[in-house]
């Protein structure tokens, strides 16, 4: 339901209590880039260790509906 997720994940990140977190997603001040030099890694990270689609689909109904296209598309 968001404009811009991503800009919502980097503000998010920007506020961690966690440094590491703030470090490798929000951009440096004055770098001039969108994001932290490590936001690809850490997002990698999340969605190979923690993300579960299955939970995920439940609330966002493109998602159900992408997997669902999905598993036709394998069949």
């Known amino acids: 339901m968001l404009e811009n997720a991503k800009a919502e994940m980097i503000q998010l990140a920007a506020k961690s209590l966690r440094r590491d977190i703030r470090q490798d997603m929000a951009p440096r001040e004055g770098s001039g880039r969108m994001v932290g030099p490590a936001y690809t890694s ?14 995920a689909s439940q609330r966002a109904g493109s998602l159900r509906r992408s997997i669902a296209c999905l598993e036709r598309l394998v069949q």
């Open 42 to 55: 850490r997002l990698i990270e999340f969605t190979e260790n923690h993300w579960r689609p299955e939970r």
